[in-house]
């Protein structure tokens, strides 16, 4: 990149993990002289996503509109939309999600209040301890747009929130791709994050339901006034066969299982979670079990999302072959989930 230009402009789309990183790009070019603005940017960065068609549809849709807008400036794309589909256009230069990895790699996950995020102003910090996925859920794109494993080394993450308290921050936001994959396990990250940091809070952008294990439960029950009594536990369905389809690692008696778990030991607790409706095959037996084991858990939070078909997936080609629902279904089944709340 070069250096002679003073300002930029930082748009995200998707994940918190494309937060962090598109923070840790604004800090970069803070150290080097520029000044974030909001009009009329020397250099643009353009965080794209892809886990639903809506998301890439507006993610190229961003730039091509800044390109228009703003023709003089200089777009660095990146993330995980088809950014071939925008490759011709003058002014733009892409980053691959691996090219970009490697470069954020060597920051470890550090950046400052300057950014002016929309965390910062009430002092949370978007800790990215952990990138990529090899779980190959049928339904989702990532693990072909971000196949290598990263993770942040616990010594790194504990020297990067030290820096943060020092910054200023409050609030630290452990976030990864698949927090299940990080390789130092997830509960001995937050253990030393706790004993090692003066941080006052800690909390949490997703957690499989996988790293839940008695470690974390302790860790919670001992540290009350540190760590976030919501967690968000995206189960995406209640039906054991679209679980077994969507190549999700746990059945509904292990989810209730965990939250039972959770709610005997400790009180209080909140919980979210994510819900995708009409996956294919999906029929109003498996919604009725989706729907009954939401209840029986009583979220305060749901993200609703209908299946979106992504290219490359098994999902897409029993989507393909399969009987399809109507919208009308479709929109009855995400506003029944969306009541519960």
């Given at each position: 990149m070069t250096t002679s230009k003073k300002t930029f402009l930082s748009i995200n789309f998707g994940c918190r993990v494309n937060s962090a990183e598109t923070n840790q790009w604004s800090q970069t070019l803070i150290d080097r002289g520029f000044v974030p603005t909001k009009s009329n940017p020397d250099i643009i960065l353009i965080n794209?996503?892809?886990i639903t068609k809506k998301g890439e549809t507006e993610s190229l849709g961003t730039i091509r509109h800044f390109h228009q807008l703003y023709p003089q400036a200089q777009i660095f794309a990146t993330g995980c939309a088809n950014l071939n589909k925008v490759k011709d256009l003058t002014n733009l230069t892409i980053i691959s999600n691996d090219q970009k990895e490697k470069l954020l790699e060597k920051l470890e996950s550090n950046y400052t209040h300057q950014i002016k995020?929309?965390?910062?102003?009430?002092?949370?910090?978007?800790l990215k301890v952990q990138s990529g996925c090899s779980q190959f859920c049928s339904y989702c794109i990532v693990p072909s747009k971000r196949p290598k494993l990263f993770s942040l080394p616990i010594s790194k993450a504990v020297s990067t929130v030290k820096k943060a308290v020092r910054d200023g921050y409050q609030e630290v936001v452990i976030t990864g791709v698949n927090l299940d994959q990080y390789q130092y396990g997830f509960s001995n990250l937050v253990q030393s994050l706790l004993q090692e940091t003066d941080i006052k809070l800690i909390s949490f952008g997703s957690i499989p339901?996988?790293?839940?294990?008695?470690?974390?439960i302790d860790l919670l029950k001992k540290y009350p006034d540190r760590l976030s009594y919501f967690l968000h536990i995206p189960i995406q369905s209640g039906s054991d066969k679209i679980l077994k389809l969507m190549h999700r690692p746990y059945t509904s008696k292990d989810i209730l299982q965990k939250i039972?778990?959770?709610?005997?030991?400790?009180?209080?607790?909140?919980?979210?979670?994510?819900i995708i409706v009409g996956f294919p095959t999906e029929n109003h037996q498996d919604f009725q079990k989706t729907l009954k084991l939401c209840q029986k858990i009583n979220f305060s939070k749901i993200h609703v999302f209908k299946y979106s078909p992504r290219p490359n997936t098994q999902a897409r080609m029993l989507f393909e072959n399969s009987?399809?629902?109507?919208?009308?279904?479709?929109?009855?089944?995400?506003q029944q989930i969306r009541n519960l709340i």
């Amino acid at each position: 990149m070069t250096t002679s230009k003073k300002t930029f402009l930082s748009i995200n789309f998707g994940c918190r993990v494309n937060s962090a990183e598109t923070n840790q790009w604004s800090q970069t070019l803070i150290d080097r002289g520029f000044v974030p603005t909001k009009s009329n940017p020397d250099i643009i960065l353009i965080n794209t996503c892809s886990i639903t068609k809506k998301g890439e549809t507006e993610s190229l849709g961003t730039i091509r509109h800044f390109h228009q807008l703003y023709p003089q400036a200089q777009i660095f794309a990146t993330g995980c939309a088809n950014l071939n589909k925008v490759k011709d256009l003058t002014n733009l230069t892409i980053i691959s999600n691996d090219q970009k990895e490697k470069l954020l790699e060597k920051l470890e996950s550090n950046y400052t209040h300057q950014i002016k995020d929309k965390f910062s102003h009430t002092h949370r910090f978007l800790l990215k301890v952990q990138s990529g996925c090899s779980q190959f859920c049928s339904y989702c794109i990532v693990p072909s747009k971000r196949p290598k494993l990263f993770s942040l080394p616990i010594s790194k993450a504990v020297s990067t929130v030290k820096k943060a308290v020092r910054d200023g921050y409050q609030e630290v936001v452990i976030t990864g791709v698949n927090l299940d994959q990080y390789q130092y396990g997830f509960s001995n990250l937050v253990q030393s994050l706790l004993q090692e940091t003066d941080i006052k809070l800690i909390s949490f952008g997703s957690i499989p339901i996988n790293c839940l294990d008695q470690k974390f439960i302790d860790l919670l029950k001992k540290y009350p006034d540190r760590l976030s009594y919501f967690l968000h536990i995206p189960i995406q369905s209640g039906s054991d066969k679209i679980l077994k389809l969507m190549h999700r690692p746990y059945t509904s008696k292990d989810i209730l299982q965990k939250i039972r778990n959770l709610n005997l030991e400790i009180r209080n607790l909140k919980f979210g979670t994510d819900i995708i409706v009409g996956f294919p095959t999906e029929n109003h037996q498996d919604f009725q079990k989706t729907l009954k084991l939401c209840q029986k858990i009583n979220f305060s939070k749901i993200h609703v999302f209908k299946y979106s078909p992504r290219p490359n997936t098994q999902a897409r080609m029993l989507f393909e072959n399969s009987p399809k629902i109507s919208k009308v279904v479709l929109k009855s089944r995400s506003q029944q989930i969306r009541n519960l709340i």
